[in-house]
């Protein structure tokens, strides 16, 4: 029987069953993953609360369900770290942001609601960008969060906490929110799977907004089929949540067609972006795979869509929500928000109305031009990142979300695969987008491609 803390980096549905099979309980597995969290975190600085209590009360709980043959579902047992900017019941919600280290919350967002409802154990909080509006997990209240496989480099952001936790096996899985990218761009420098859904799929209930069109609710994980099973439990219609977005009534599930079928879209929009060799390489062998599993690959554009463009309408309108949501912070002295966030907020309070409003609309069109684009092919394929991780003392590129925030901007589902590494060994990752609710095919074709392609997650070296 492997020991179970030789389990800690299998998929959480491979634990599942070996929870299912009686072969670990889900009180060995949490105590494994505490136990490595405490050797590992203070020098990861993944998580910045870890709840041991309240996750051995949950695995007790679980394991005595098991015993009983009681089992929720897949995930009850289950190990899960969430981001810092999603409400845990009794746990200050930091963002963070130094200002908001309490109080706690009253109670659970609603996908964390849904997760524990589910039987899923919540180890702890990860770090982050301070109020999300960030790409490196370079906080100057809580500290950095280091890179996995090389320390002193960025695990991206700002779900980076949640990223490197997968990474680190720390945890089975794990939330995080994403507004231009910042789920699936710290998945793929640390070369993990990541789900940004639908937009209004997975309530936002309970989460401190950056801006309310761009943001989402979705898991990290070390498999597709994690992140389907994530998906099953959190993505249900919430309607309390006012950016919650019901199916529509006449929706058909999609009919998953043979890879031979498919047509991917691949964006001449993004061919400026500049990328580093590795990851044009990388995306070119990628795009051959898909191409031998039958796949017709077709180059497609968006009329007038300029990445660097799009991305800096997201980010004012950011910007702008970010100062209405934290304005109360913004007179204080001395100030409890860094130099580079109050700047950042302020800009966002200033900007005039009818920026703004451009800015809005900018965002518009290309969400309709990009909907009406995917009605012509099964998926987008891009790079997810234009580089691989970088030191934290080299300038964050500015390219960093122009191959994701598309994916926000449109509302449309989006999903980071790893697609290999560079000369460094540093990962590397492939990004599928797809028709609003159909995440079921983004699952099936990135599967299928990993299948033929043998890509796998990089051991970290700890």
Known sequence: MTPVDQMLGWPAFELSAALDAGAITSLDLTRAYLARIQGLNPRLN???????????????NAALRASQGRRLGPLDGMPIAVKDNIDVKGVPTTAGMDCRRSP??????????????????????TNMDEAAMGGTSDNPFFGRTHHPLKHGYTPGGSS?????????????????????????????????????PT???????????????????????????????????????DPACPDARAAPADLE??????????????????????AEPAVRAAYAAALGVLASLGCRVQSVDLQDYDPAAARRS???????????????????SPPSLSREVRALISYGRDVSGARLARAHRHLDLIAFEFRALLRSVDVVVTATTPQAAFPFDQPVPGTQGDMTALANISGCPA????????????????????????????????????????????????
Request: charged residues 15%; proline residues 6%.
């Open 415 to 462: 999903l980071t695969i790893p697609m290999g590494t560079d000369p460094a060994g540093l990962p590397l990752g492939l990004q599928f987008i797809g028709r609003a609710h159909a995440e079921a095919t983004l699952f099936a074709i990135a599967g299928a491609f990993l299948k033929a392609a043998g890509t796998k997650h990089p051991l970290p070296d700890t």
């Open 253 to 274: 599930r999609p009919q998953i067609k043979p890879l031979a079928a498919c047509t991917i879209g691949t964006l001449r929009n993004l061919e400026e972006v500049a």
């Open 199 to 237: 937009f209004g799929l997975v309530s936002t209930r309970g989460v401190c907004p950056l801006c309310h069109r761009l943001d989402h609710v979705g898991p990290i994980a070390r498999a597709i089929e994690d992140l389907q099973l994530i998906l099953d439990v959190i993505g249900r219609y």
């Open 46 to 60: 993944a998580y910045l609360c870890v709840l041991p209590e309240m996750a051995l009360q949950a695995a007790e």
């Open 104 to 125: 706690p919350a009253g109670e659970d967002a609603q996908a964390v609601r849904l997760l524990r409802a589910s039987g899923a154990v919540i180890l702890g909080k």
């Open 314 to 332: 997201g980010l004012l309108c950011g910007e702008a929500d970010a100062a209405n949501t934290h304005a109360a912070f913004l007179g204080e």
């Open 160 to 196: 980076g906490g949640s990223a490197a936790a997968v990474a680190a096996n720390l945890c089975a899985a794990a939330l995080g929110t994403d507004t231009l990218g910042s789920l699936r761009i710290p998945a793929s420098y640390c070369g993990v799977a990541a789900l940004k």
